[in-house]
């Protein structure tokens, strides 16, 4: 049978799509987990590439804001250091007590409650736009350094592709895209181990004349401006370098993608982070001040450092260029944490209504596409907002990340407080904290006296922004769902009169096929309005139900086994106050990542066993709909009344009013 237009359009469509994103995944392989998850060194690619990457800007930026007062670098390095030791301890202990990931959100939800939780969840979504954001823009500049200028007008353009490749990417898969990315990742840490290596022991007799010019300088500073003088440098230095210690989070936010056993994987991945973090931060710190290094126009103090070491090597010049084309690179692949942790952290405020149910679904990838595709696409809409300035990026990025780190320190801190009866080391567990919320708070109010006027209103105007749409979203949310307690309350318990129908259906006598979710108000209405519109007509009763794997329940084989087992009750449910009115019922259901698909083809198992009828579903009707419910509130029963009707399946849609 020939094809027609329009299904010839449609394989052609899917076609391309299935070759550029790939083939389905079957949720119920025992060993899908197993197979998408990130053991500890991909994990360290895929999320800790973000925090390594940081180096690239955020030493330089501490260092030049030194001035002339270069000696203090090496008291900037031991700083460095230990905040990452600091930050990163804290998070290892957030894992411990938050296995199943979202990172700040989850943390200041369950510490300090649900205003504090939807702040550091806008905050952490813009955030992860950021780091799409200014790691493209920091590659495209890196890379277009070496090209003429008069090539730089396609710097945002190609910039812009980079995005649209990570996009894709990461509709093939979270693992699929880590793996890409790793030689990337290798590069990099490899040649800048050798530069900075290369850069301290090569200078290794310099050490002593060194602390005597540290020794010298701080002497010479304490006479002209005082102590107080030199910490206000210090603090504005250390302040200015927070991009240094951005992305340490996202281990815990994206814990849900490692492999068992996920603390210790965790775990595994922070101390690697961790470690990679401090050595190349403060090694940087270190280089600078032994080599003297000095700004130069139009490059980055990490490529001065790399043309000073290698220059004169043969070959050096080419040593020096790859050393500085894999930050590029590695900027590249540091962007892929923020479509990594981004739409997991918007699942988990769509699980809790903050955002469209619809970011908490999965594709047939089992990749949060709305997530990426939103993520993605907010990114490029800001790189050509800012032109892709770094500096402005930078700003808003280290301000909204250490907003996220001051919640979690000041969360995990009430949190060994009140459970202190508990957890026998809590002391030591608040001080830790302690320190860490004092450190990031330092920070953060520096960070935004200083740049406030520089773009840093700009990204507190859009997190501010935000937290007014996850409460206006909430409160749609909440008042749907009194509507539907209303509804329990007056038919869950109905009464019946007379015996149980166990009868077994007749596959020649009218049948109603119901679609249904879980036991609720809004079922039993359908279900009550098929009897009451149809008087007499219908004699058997089969209740569909698909359950679907979202990213709440998506979480190991015993959550989607949990998944199975309450849809089963629930239909159990149906059938049985069927059968209490007298009609013969049954259920069928499946599991799967969205409803469509799923129940459309349950339907048409249904329709093939009972020719003879006819599918209900249900829809919210609201008394002025708009834009916003219709994005609220998918559509998918017409959806599927246009799928089936199409098969040449009776179809109606009921409608449920609403007071809203």
């Not at 500049?141 to 995005?163: D, E, R, V």
């Not at 050509?384 to 001051?406: A, C, P, R």
């Not at 098969?647 to 449920?656: A, D, E, F, Q, R």
Request: contains cysteine; positive net charge.
């Amino acid at each position: 049978m020939p094809f027609s237009e329009s299904e010839f359009i449609t394989k052609l469509v899917n076609k391309f799509r299935r070759t550029v994103i790939g083939g389905p995944k079957d949720v119920e392989d025992p060993k899908i987990f197993h197979k998408i998850s990130l053991v500890a060194l991909l994990a360290w690619i895929g999320l800790g590439a973000d925090g390594l990457s940081s180096s690239s800007y955020g030493p330089e930026e501490a260092f030049r804001a030194l001035g002339t007062h270069t000696y203090l670098a090496v008291f900037l390095a031991i700083a460095t250091a230990i905040t990452v030791w600091i930050i990163s301890y804290s998070y290892s202990k957030i894992i411990e007590h938050f296995p199943h990931g979202g990172g700040g959100y989850i943390v200041a939800t369950h510490t300090l409650g649900e205003k504090a939780g939807v702040v550091s969840g806008a905050a952490l979504l813009v955030d992860y736009i950021l780091t799409i954001t200014v790691s493209i823009a920091a590659c495209g500049a890196a890379l277009f350094s070496f090209l003429p200028i008069q090539y730089h007008i396609y710097k945002i353009p190609f910039c812009a592709l980079l995005i649209i490749i990570l996009i894709i990417l990461n509709l093939r898969g979270v693992k699929e895209s880590v793996t890409a990315l790793t030689p990337i990742f290798a590069v990099f840490f490899l040649t800048h181990i050798f530069m900075i290596g290369y850069g301290i022991f090569s200078h290794t007799f310099d050490f002593a004349p060194i602390i005597g010019n540290v020794h010298d300088s701080f002497k010479t500073d304490m006479q002209t401006i005082g102590l107080i003088g030199i910490l206000a440098i210090f603090v504005r230095a250390y302040s200015l370098g927070a991009g240094t210690y951005t992305g340490i989070e996202a281990v815990s936010n994206g814990l849900l993608v490692m492999r068992e056993p996920r603390v210790q994987t965790g775990k595994r991945t922070m101390a690697l982070m961790a470690f990679s973090l401090a050595f190349t931060a403060a090694g940087l710190f270190l280089c600078y001040m032994l080599l003297k290094v000095e700004p130069v126009e139009g490059r980055t103090l990490n490529a001065v450092v790399a043309d000073m070491l290698f220059g004169k090597w043969p070959m050096g010049n080419w040593l020096a260029l790859v050393t500085i084309l894999s930050e590029g690179a590695l900027l590249f692949v540091a962007a892929q944490t923020g479509f990594i942790d981004g739409p997991r952290v918007m699942s988990n405020m769509a699980v809790d209504s903050w955002l469209p149910h619809r970011f908490a679904s999965l594709s047939e990838r089992l990749t949060m596409n709305n997530g990426v595709l939103l993520m993605g696409i907010s990114s490029i809409v800001l790189l050509f907002y800012t032109k892709g300035s770094i500096s402005v990026l930078v700003i808003m990025y280290s301000i909204n990340v250490f907003l996220t780190f001051t919640l979690s320190q000041l969360g995990m801190t009430r949190y060994f407080i009140t459970h202190r009866k508990t957890e026998i080391k809590w002391k030591g567990y608040v001080l830790v904290f302690v320190i860490g919320l004092l450190l990031c708070l330092t920070i953060l109010l520096i960070a935004i006296y200083e740049k406030f006027f520089h773009g840093g209103w700009l990204t507190l105007a859009i997190t501010t922004l935000l937290v007014i749409i996850c409460y206006r979203i909430r409160n749609h949310y909440e008042t749907v769902k009194k509507g539907a307690r209303e509804l329990d309350e007056m038919l869950l318990d109905l009464p019946t009169s007379g015996s149980k129908n166990v009868e077994p259906l007749n596959p020649k006598e009218m049948t109603a096929v119901v679609l249904v979710n879980e036991y609720n108000g809004f079922g039993v209405h359908t279900l009550l309005s098929v009897i009451r519109n149809f008087p007499k007509l219908y004699k058997n009763f089969v209740f569909i139900s698909v359950a679907v794997v979202d990213s709440g329940s998506f979480k190991g084989a015993q959550e989607v086994d949990a998944l199975k087992i309450s849809v089963e009750d629930s239909l159990k449910k149906y059938v049985d106050i069927a059968r209490r009115f007298g009609f013969p019922a049954d259920y069928r259901m499946d599991v799967g990542i969205e409803v469509i698909e799923t129940a459309s083809q349950l339907c048409q198992e249904v329709a093939r066993e009972y020719p003879r009828s006819t599918v209900f579903a249900s829809k919210l009707i609201f008394t002025r709909e708009s834009i916003f419910h219709r994005f609220l509130h998918n559509e998918t029963p017409f959806a599927l009344q246009q799928r089936l009707q199409w098969l040449g399946i009776t179809t109606v849609v009921l409608p449920i009013r609403t007071k809203i």
